[in-house]
Protein backbone atom coordinates (compact mmCIF):
# COMPACT_ATOMS: atom_id res chain seq x y z
CA UNK A 1 0.00 0.00 0.00
CA UNK A 2 1.80 3.16 -1.00
CA UNK A 3 1.54 5.43 2.02
CA UNK A 4 2.28 9.42 2.23
CA UNK A 5 2.42 11.59 4.53
CA UNK A 6 1.42 14.64 2.86
CA UNK A 7 -1.08 17.44 4.51
CA UNK A 8 -4.49 18.25 2.21
CA UNK A 9 -5.45 20.65 4.78
CA UNK A 10 -2.00 22.92 5.47
CA UNK A 11 -2.73 26.85 4.71
CA UNK A 12 -0.27 26.20 1.73
CA UNK A 13 -1.86 23.32 0.48
CA UNK A 14 -5.68 24.97 0.62
CA UNK A 15 -3.84 27.61 -1.64
CA UNK A 16 -1.84 25.56 -3.72
CA UNK A 17 -2.93 21.64 -3.92
CA UNK A 18 -1.54 21.00 -7.76
CA UNK A 19 1.95 20.25 -6.29
CA UNK A 20 0.72 17.18 -3.87
CA UNK A 21 -1.92 16.18 -6.04
CA UNK A 22 0.72 15.37 -8.41
CA UNK A 23 2.73 13.85 -6.05
CA UNK A 24 0.04 11.27 -5.14
CA UNK A 25 -0.94 10.58 -8.55
CA UNK A 26 2.69 9.32 -9.11
CA UNK A 27 3.52 7.71 -6.03
CA UNK A 28 0.13 5.12 -6.81
CA UNK A 29 -3.81 4.56 -7.54
CA UNK A 30 -4.38 4.57 -3.90
CA UNK A 31 -2.18 6.37 -1.45
CA UNK A 32 -3.16 6.25 2.29
CA UNK A 33 -2.73 9.07 4.36
CA UNK A 34 -1.64 8.21 7.76
CA UNK A 35 -2.52 11.59 9.39
CA UNK A 36 -6.61 11.24 8.52
CA UNK A 37 -7.27 7.81 7.99
CA UNK A 38 -8.19 8.16 4.46
CA UNK A 39 -7.23 6.20 1.23
CA UNK A 40 -6.40 8.99 -1.35
CA UNK A 41 -7.39 8.23 -5.12
CA UNK A 42 -5.97 10.90 -6.73
CA UNK A 43 -6.23 9.32 -10.72
CA UNK A 44 -9.06 10.39 -13.09
CA UNK A 45 -10.03 6.94 -13.82
CA UNK A 46 -10.39 5.35 -10.91
CA UNK A 47 -12.40 8.58 -9.15
CA UNK A 48 -14.56 8.50 -12.17
CA UNK A 49 -15.13 4.53 -11.60
CA UNK A 50 -15.50 5.00 -7.83
CA UNK A 51 -18.17 7.77 -8.53
CA UNK A 52 -20.24 5.52 -10.59
CA UNK A 53 -20.27 2.39 -8.60
CA UNK A 54 -22.25 3.32 -5.41
CA UNK A 55 -23.06 -0.34 -3.88
CA UNK A 56 -19.45 -0.48 -3.37
CA UNK A 57 -18.27 3.30 -2.79
CA UNK A 58 -20.55 4.62 -0.45
CA UNK A 59 -22.00 7.77 0.52
CA UNK A 60 -24.71 6.68 3.48
CA UNK A 61 -21.83 7.08 6.17
CA UNK A 62 -21.25 10.34 5.10
CA UNK A 63 -18.71 12.29 2.37
CA UNK A 64 -16.08 13.98 4.33
CA UNK A 65 -13.35 13.53 6.78
CA UNK A 66 -14.01 13.96 10.28
CA UNK A 67 -15.64 10.94 11.85
CA UNK A 68 -18.08 12.57 14.39
CA UNK A 69 -19.23 15.29 11.56
CA UNK A 70 -19.54 11.90 9.26
CA UNK A 71 -21.52 10.36 12.15
CA UNK A 72 -24.03 13.83 12.34
CA UNK A 73 -24.70 14.41 8.82
CA UNK A 74 -25.92 11.17 7.62
CA UNK A 75 -28.94 11.05 6.10
CA UNK A 76 -28.90 14.18 4.29
CA UNK A 77 -29.33 13.86 0.70
CA UNK A 78 -25.84 13.88 -0.43
CA UNK A 79 -24.69 12.00 2.46
CA UNK A 80 -27.15 8.53 1.80
CA UNK A 81 -27.39 5.88 -0.69
CA UNK A 82 -30.32 4.61 -3.13
CA UNK A 83 -33.30 4.34 -2.61
CA UNK A 84 -33.57 6.52 0.53
CA UNK A 85 -31.10 9.01 -1.63
CA UNK A 86 -33.53 8.42 -4.79
CA UNK A 87 -36.43 9.49 -2.94
CA UNK A 88 -35.09 12.79 -1.33
CA UNK A 89 -33.13 13.71 -4.72
CA UNK A 90 -36.48 13.88 -6.67
CA UNK A 91 -37.88 16.03 -4.29
CA UNK A 92 -34.76 18.34 -3.71
CA UNK A 93 -34.04 18.27 -7.81
CA UNK A 94 -37.05 18.96 -8.44
CA UNK A 95 -37.12 22.62 -8.62
CA UNK A 96 -33.27 22.22 -9.93
CA UNK A 97 -34.16 20.03 -12.78
CA UNK A 98 -33.30 21.56 -16.73
CA UNK A 99 -36.80 21.74 -17.48
CA UNK A 100 -37.41 24.54 -14.87
CA UNK A 101 -34.39 26.71 -15.52
CA UNK A 102 -36.69 28.63 -18.07
CA UNK A 103 -38.47 30.13 -15.08
CA UNK A 104 -35.40 31.93 -13.76
CA UNK A 105 -33.62 33.15 -17.10
CA UNK A 106 -35.05 36.31 -17.30
CA UNK A 107 -34.27 37.33 -13.90
CA UNK A 108 -30.51 35.97 -13.85
CA UNK A 109 -30.48 37.98 -17.13
CA UNK A 110 -31.88 40.95 -16.00
CA UNK A 111 -29.52 40.91 -13.20
CA UNK A 112 -26.67 40.31 -15.10
CA UNK A 113 -27.14 42.76 -17.49
CA UNK A 114 -27.55 45.46 -14.54
CA UNK A 115 -24.20 44.70 -13.10
CA UNK A 116 -21.93 44.07 -15.70
CA UNK A 117 -23.26 47.23 -17.18
CA UNK A 118 -22.84 48.99 -14.03
CA UNK A 119 -18.96 47.11 -12.78
CA UNK A 120 -17.80 47.67 -16.63
CA UNK A 121 -18.87 51.36 -16.54
CA UNK A 122 -16.70 51.91 -13.59
CA UNK A 123 -13.58 50.08 -15.11
CA UNK A 124 -12.13 47.89 -11.46
CA UNK A 125 -14.06 45.98 -9.14
CA UNK A 126 -13.44 42.88 -7.34
CA UNK A 127 -14.47 40.21 -9.51
CA UNK A 128 -15.47 37.93 -6.25
CA UNK A 129 -17.48 39.77 -4.25
CA UNK A 130 -19.25 42.22 -6.41
CA UNK A 131 -19.18 40.70 -9.71
CA UNK A 132 -19.59 36.59 -8.99
CA UNK A 133 -21.68 36.84 -5.63
CA UNK A 134 -24.06 39.15 -7.45
CA UNK A 135 -26.19 36.68 -9.02
CA UNK A 136 -25.96 33.73 -6.23
CA UNK A 137 -26.70 36.52 -3.43
CA UNK A 138 -29.59 38.43 -5.72
CA UNK A 139 -31.34 35.93 -7.34
CA UNK A 140 -30.67 31.95 -6.20
CA UNK A 141 -30.81 33.53 -2.01
CA UNK A 142 -33.87 34.58 -2.86
CA UNK A 143 -35.01 31.52 -4.59
CA UNK A 144 -34.17 29.33 -1.38
CA UNK A 145 -36.56 31.42 0.28
CA UNK A 146 -35.43 32.01 4.08
CA UNK A 147 -36.93 34.51 6.47
CA UNK A 148 -34.36 37.89 5.88
CA UNK A 149 -32.10 36.96 9.01
CA UNK A 150 -31.48 33.91 7.15
CA UNK A 151 -30.61 35.09 3.58
CA UNK A 152 -27.90 37.63 5.08
CA UNK A 153 -26.51 35.17 6.76
CA UNK A 154 -26.59 32.09 4.33
CA UNK A 155 -23.10 32.85 3.21
CA UNK A 156 -21.15 33.14 6.37
CA UNK A 157 -23.27 29.95 7.20
CA UNK A 158 -22.44 28.44 4.18
CA UNK A 159 -18.57 28.89 4.40
CA UNK A 160 -18.63 27.37 7.94
CA UNK A 161 -20.40 24.26 6.78
CA UNK A 162 -17.59 23.75 4.40
CA UNK A 163 -15.21 24.03 7.02
CA UNK A 164 -16.54 21.57 8.93
CA UNK A 165 -16.23 18.72 5.78
CA UNK A 166 -12.77 19.17 6.72
CA UNK A 167 -10.78 17.69 9.76
CA UNK A 168 -11.12 18.53 12.97
CA UNK A 169 -8.42 21.65 13.34
CA UNK A 170 -8.37 25.07 13.87
CA UNK A 171 -10.82 26.30 10.99
CA UNK A 172 -13.18 23.28 11.98
CA UNK A 173 -13.43 24.37 15.23
CA UNK A 174 -13.97 27.92 14.89
CA UNK A 175 -16.84 26.95 12.40
CA UNK A 176 -19.14 24.85 14.59
CA UNK A 177 -20.44 27.47 16.71
CA UNK A 178 -21.47 29.23 13.32
CA UNK A 179 -22.93 25.87 11.94
CA UNK A 180 -24.88 25.31 15.36
CA UNK A 181 -26.66 28.66 14.81
CA UNK A 182 -27.46 27.41 11.25
CA UNK A 183 -28.74 24.44 12.76
CA UNK A 184 -30.96 26.32 15.00
CA UNK A 185 -31.85 28.40 12.57
CA UNK A 186 -32.81 25.83 10.18
CA UNK A 187 -35.33 24.15 13.04
CA UNK A 188 -36.84 27.12 14.39
CA UNK A 189 -37.12 29.88 11.70
CA UNK A 190 -36.76 28.18 8.45
CA UNK A 191 -40.12 26.78 8.95
CA UNK A 192 -44.05 27.42 7.68
CA UNK A 193 -45.07 30.04 7.78
CA UNK A 194 -41.33 31.89 8.24
CA UNK A 195 -40.08 30.91 4.56
CA UNK A 196 -41.16 32.20 1.66
CA UNK A 197 -44.64 29.82 0.11
CA UNK A 198 -43.22 30.41 -3.01
CA UNK A 199 -39.56 28.79 -2.37
CA UNK A 200 -37.09 25.90 -2.29
CA UNK A 201 -37.27 25.43 1.36
CA UNK A 202 -41.17 25.36 1.82
CA UNK A 203 -40.79 22.91 -1.10
CA UNK A 204 -39.25 20.49 0.62
CA UNK A 205 -42.22 20.92 3.87
CA UNK A 206 -44.74 20.58 1.10
CA UNK A 207 -43.39 17.49 -0.11
CA UNK A 208 -43.11 16.45 3.68
CA UNK A 209 -46.91 17.35 3.13
CA UNK A 210 -47.76 15.20 0.65
CA UNK A 211 -45.79 11.91 2.35
CA UNK A 212 -42.58 12.14 0.05
CA UNK A 213 -40.44 12.69 2.74
CA UNK A 214 -40.75 12.90 6.52
CA UNK A 215 -41.43 16.02 8.08
CA UNK A 216 -38.35 15.50 10.58
CA UNK A 217 -35.64 15.42 7.64
CA UNK A 218 -36.81 18.84 6.15
CA UNK A 219 -34.07 21.60 8.44
CA UNK A 220 -31.48 18.99 7.79
CA UNK A 221 -32.13 18.80 4.14
CA UNK A 222 -32.38 22.58 4.12
CA UNK A 223 -28.18 21.83 4.28
CA UNK A 224 -28.57 20.49 1.25
CA UNK A 225 -29.63 24.16 -0.49
CA UNK A 226 -27.92 26.17 1.77
CA UNK A 227 -24.37 24.92 1.83
CA UNK A 228 -23.71 24.09 -2.05
CA UNK A 229 -26.01 27.04 -3.90
CA UNK A 230 -24.00 29.65 -3.53
CA UNK A 231 -19.71 29.41 -2.84
CA UNK A 232 -19.32 26.66 -5.11
CA UNK A 233 -20.79 28.79 -8.12
CA UNK A 234 -19.22 32.47 -6.86
CA UNK A 235 -15.84 30.72 -6.32
CA UNK A 236 -16.61 29.02 -10.02
CA UNK A 237 -16.91 32.51 -11.51
CA UNK A 238 -14.57 34.09 -9.90
CA UNK A 239 -11.79 31.56 -11.19
CA UNK A 240 -13.39 31.90 -14.15
CA UNK A 241 -12.60 35.51 -14.64
CA UNK A 242 -9.17 34.84 -12.75
CA UNK A 243 -8.10 32.29 -15.89
CA UNK A 244 -9.11 34.41 -18.60
CA UNK A 245 -7.26 37.28 -17.09
CA UNK A 246 -3.90 35.41 -17.08
CA UNK A 247 -4.77 33.94 -20.78
CA UNK A 248 -6.29 37.10 -22.66
CA UNK A 249 -6.14 34.62 -26.01
CA UNK A 250 -8.83 32.25 -25.04
CA UNK A 251 -10.85 35.60 -24.09
CA UNK A 252 -10.38 36.57 -27.66
CA UNK A 253 -11.21 33.23 -28.94
CA UNK A 254 -14.78 32.86 -26.88
CA UNK A 255 -15.36 36.51 -27.68
CA UNK A 256 -14.80 35.40 -31.30
CA UNK A 257 -17.01 32.54 -31.41
CA UNK A 258 -19.88 32.38 -28.39
CA UNK A 259 -20.63 28.75 -29.07
CA UNK A 260 -17.44 28.30 -26.84
CA UNK A 261 -19.18 29.52 -23.66
CA UNK A 262 -20.22 26.21 -22.67
CA UNK A 263 -16.32 24.49 -23.46
CA UNK A 264 -14.92 27.15 -21.44
CA UNK A 265 -17.27 26.67 -18.51
CA UNK A 266 -16.20 23.31 -18.36
CA UNK A 267 -12.47 24.04 -18.86
CA UNK A 268 -12.00 26.37 -15.58
CA UNK A 269 -13.90 24.22 -13.94
CA UNK A 270 -11.75 20.93 -14.77
CA UNK A 271 -8.73 23.25 -14.18
CA UNK A 272 -9.85 24.96 -10.80
CA UNK A 273 -12.53 22.78 -9.19
CA UNK A 274 -13.97 24.32 -6.91
CA UNK A 275 -15.17 21.50 -4.85
CA UNK A 276 -11.43 19.79 -4.21
CA UNK A 277 -12.72 16.29 -2.58
CA UNK A 278 -15.29 14.36 -1.25
CA UNK A 279 -15.46 10.67 0.52
CA UNK A 280 -16.94 7.07 0.59
CA UNK A 281 -17.09 4.89 2.64
CA UNK A 282 -16.25 0.90 0.90
CA UNK A 283 -19.11 -1.71 1.41
CA UNK A 284 -16.82 -4.84 0.54
CA UNK A 285 -13.80 -5.75 0.50
CA UNK A 286 -12.25 -3.95 -3.66
CA UNK A 287 -9.44 -3.72 -5.12
CA UNK A 288 -7.78 -0.83 -6.67
CA UNK A 289 -4.57 -1.30 -9.28
CA UNK A 290 -3.75 -4.49 -6.88
CA UNK A 291 -3.55 -2.39 -3.97
CA UNK A 292 -6.45 -4.53 -1.61
CA UNK A 293 -9.00 -2.45 -0.04
CA UNK A 294 -10.67 -3.29 3.61
CA UNK A 295 -14.47 -2.87 3.94
CA UNK A 296 -15.10 -0.09 5.82
CA UNK A 297 -11.88 2.39 4.83
CA UNK A 298 -12.56 5.77 3.70
CA UNK A 299 -12.06 6.79 0.45
CA UNK A 300 -11.21 10.31 -0.41
CA UNK A 301 -12.16 10.68 -4.23
CA UNK A 302 -9.67 13.95 -5.37
CA UNK A 303 -11.91 15.55 -7.59
CA UNK A 304 -9.15 18.49 -8.30
CA UNK A 305 -6.33 16.17 -8.68
CA UNK A 306 -8.47 13.56 -10.86
CA UNK A 307 -8.97 16.84 -13.44
CA UNK A 308 -5.19 17.30 -13.57
CA UNK A 309 -4.72 13.97 -14.58
CA UNK A 310 -2.18 13.85 -17.56
CA UNK A 311 -3.09 10.13 -18.15
CA UNK A 312 -6.28 11.55 -19.59
CA UNK A 313 -6.32 15.14 -19.77
CA UNK A 314 -2.47 16.04 -22.15
CA UNK A 315 -0.57 19.07 -21.00
CA UNK A 316 -3.61 19.10 -17.98
CA UNK A 317 -2.29 21.99 -16.62
CA UNK A 318 -3.05 24.25 -19.82
CA UNK A 319 -6.03 26.23 -20.21
CA UNK A 320 -7.40 25.63 -23.35
CA UNK A 321 -11.11 26.62 -24.04
CA UNK A 322 -10.84 24.13 -27.06
CA UNK A 323 -10.55 21.09 -24.91
CA UNK A 324 -14.19 20.02 -24.80
CA UNK A 325 -13.54 18.90 -21.09
CA UNK A 326 -17.53 17.51 -20.80
CA UNK A 327 -16.11 14.55 -18.69
CA UNK A 328 -14.72 16.66 -15.99
CA UNK A 329 -15.39 15.61 -12.52
CA UNK A 330 -15.93 18.79 -10.95
CA UNK A 331 -19.59 17.99 -10.67
CA UNK A 332 -19.16 15.09 -9.54
CA UNK A 333 -20.55 11.92 -11.33
CA UNK A 334 -23.14 8.91 -10.96
CA UNK A 335 -26.15 9.13 -8.54
CA UNK A 336 -24.62 12.03 -6.46
CA UNK A 337 -23.99 14.15 -9.61
CA UNK A 338 -24.43 18.18 -8.75
CA UNK A 339 -27.98 18.08 -8.82
CA UNK A 340 -27.59 22.13 -8.90
CA UNK A 341 -25.65 21.61 -12.04
CA UNK A 342 -27.82 23.22 -14.45
CA UNK A 343 -28.30 26.53 -12.10
CA UNK A 344 -24.67 26.87 -12.01
CA UNK A 345 -23.78 26.82 -15.93
CA UNK A 346 -26.66 29.01 -16.63
CA UNK A 347 -25.38 31.60 -13.83
CA UNK A 348 -21.88 30.86 -15.38
CA UNK A 349 -23.25 31.16 -18.85
CA UNK A 350 -25.38 34.51 -18.61
CA UNK A 351 -22.44 36.58 -17.16
CA UNK A 352 -19.89 35.41 -19.75
CA UNK A 353 -22.37 36.43 -22.47
CA UNK A 354 -22.39 40.00 -20.57
CA UNK A 355 -18.93 39.98 -20.32
CA UNK A 356 -17.94 39.10 -23.71
CA UNK A 357 -20.50 41.78 -25.03
CA UNK A 358 -18.85 44.42 -22.86
CA UNK A 359 -15.21 43.66 -22.12
CA UNK A 360 -12.00 43.07 -24.16
CA UNK A 361 -9.79 42.26 -21.75
CA UNK A 362 -9.35 41.69 -18.04
CA UNK A 363 -6.41 42.51 -15.69
CA UNK A 364 -5.91 41.30 -12.37
CA UNK A 365 -4.61 43.74 -10.05
CA UNK A 366 -4.33 41.63 -6.86
CA UNK A 367 -6.26 38.54 -5.41
CA UNK A 368 -6.29 37.05 -1.60
CA UNK A 369 -7.07 33.32 -1.97
CA UNK A 370 -10.26 31.53 0.01
CA UNK A 371 -8.58 29.63 2.76
CA UNK A 372 -11.64 27.02 3.45
CA UNK A 373 -11.95 22.78 4.25
CA UNK A 374 -14.15 21.72 1.47
CA UNK A 375 -13.57 24.87 -0.98
CA UNK A 376 -10.94 26.15 -3.20
CA UNK A 377 -10.85 29.34 -5.23
CA UNK A 378 -10.60 33.46 -4.54
CA UNK A 379 -11.77 35.55 -2.04
CA UNK A 380 -10.88 38.48 -3.64
CA UNK A 381 -10.39 39.41 -7.27
CA UNK A 382 -9.77 42.86 -8.06
CA UNK A 383 -9.72 43.23 -11.68
CA UNK A 384 -9.82 46.25 -14.19
CA UNK A 385 -11.66 45.80 -17.55
CA UNK A 386 -10.78 47.37 -20.74
CA UNK A 387 -12.96 48.10 -23.37
CA UNK A 388 -12.91 47.75 -27.13
CA UNK A 389 -11.26 50.72 -28.54
CA UNK A 390 -14.60 52.64 -30.74
CA UNK A 391 -12.41 51.57 -34.18
CA UNK A 392 -11.82 48.31 -33.05
CA UNK A 393 -15.61 47.70 -31.72
C1 LIG B 1 -20.01 25.50 -9.99
C2 LIG B 1 -20.79 25.24 -8.98
C3 LIG B 1 -20.90 23.91 -8.30
C4 LIG B 1 -19.96 22.92 -8.11
C5 LIG B 1 -18.51 22.91 -8.57
C6 LIG B 1 -20.63 21.82 -7.41
C7 LIG B 1 -20.02 20.62 -7.07
C8 LIG B 1 -20.70 19.51 -6.63
C9 LIG B 1 -20.14 18.20 -6.50
C10 LIG B 1 -18.69 17.82 -6.78
C11 LIG B 1 -21.11 17.35 -6.07
C12 LIG B 1 -21.00 15.84 -5.90
C13 LIG B 1 -21.07 15.33 -4.50
C14 LIG B 1 -20.55 13.93 -4.33
O1 LIG B 1 -19.82 13.43 -5.19
O2 LIG B 1 -20.84 13.31 -3.31
C15 LIG B 1 -22.31 18.16 -5.89
C16 LIG B 1 -23.52 17.69 -5.42
C17 LIG B 1 -24.56 18.53 -5.08
N1 LIG B 1 -24.72 19.85 -5.42
FE1 LIG B 1 -23.38 20.99 -6.40
N2 LIG B 1 -21.93 22.19 -7.16
C18 LIG B 1 -22.14 23.44 -7.70
C19 LIG B 1 -23.32 24.16 -7.68
C20 LIG B 1 -24.46 23.79 -7.02
C21 LIG B 1 -25.66 24.59 -6.91
C22 LIG B 1 -25.88 25.97 -7.54
C23 LIG B 1 -26.53 23.89 -6.16
C24 LIG B 1 -27.93 24.38 -5.86
C25 LIG B 1 -28.66 24.22 -4.99
C26 LIG B 1 -25.89 22.61 -5.80
C27 LIG B 1 -26.44 21.59 -5.04
C28 LIG B 1 -25.90 20.33 -4.90
C29 LIG B 1 -26.54 19.24 -4.15
C30 LIG B 1 -27.84 19.34 -3.40
C31 LIG B 1 -25.70 18.11 -4.28
C32 LIG B 1 -25.95 16.72 -3.70
C33 LIG B 1 -26.57 15.85 -4.77
C34 LIG B 1 -26.76 14.42 -4.34
O3 LIG B 1 -26.18 14.01 -3.33
O4 LIG B 1 -27.49 13.70 -5.05
N3 LIG B 1 -24.64 22.60 -6.35
N4 LIG B 1 -22.04 19.46 -6.27
Same mark, same amino acid.
Given at each position: ????????????????????????????????????????????????????????????????????? %?????? #???????????????????????????????????? &????????????????????????????????????????????????? #??????????????????????????? %???? @??? /?????????????????? !??????? &?????????????? /??? /???? !??????????? =?????????????? *??????????????????? %??? /??? #????????????????????????? @????? !?????????????????????????????????????????????????? #? *?? =????????????????????
Amino acid at each position: MPVSDVDLYTEEARVDPYPIYEELRETGAVVYLPRYDLYALPRYDDVRAALTNWQTFSSARSVFVDPLM %NAQLEG #ITLCSDPPDHTALRSVLGRPLRQDRMRDVTPRLEAE &ADRVVTELVERGRFDAATELAEHLPMTVVSDLVGLPDRGRTKMLEWAAA #IWNVQGPANTRFTEAMPVVEEFLAFAA %NDAV @PGK /IDPGGWAAHLYQAADRGE !ISKETCP &ALMLDYVTPSLDTT /ILA /ITNM !IALFAEHPDQW =GLLRADRSLIPHAI *NESLRLESPVPQFSRVLTE %NHE /IDG #IPLAAGSRVALLYGSANRDGRHYPD @PARFD !ITRRPSDHLAFGRGEHVCVGMHLARLELSTLLERLADQVARFETLSSTPL #I *NN =GLRGLKHLEVAVHRDTPAAA
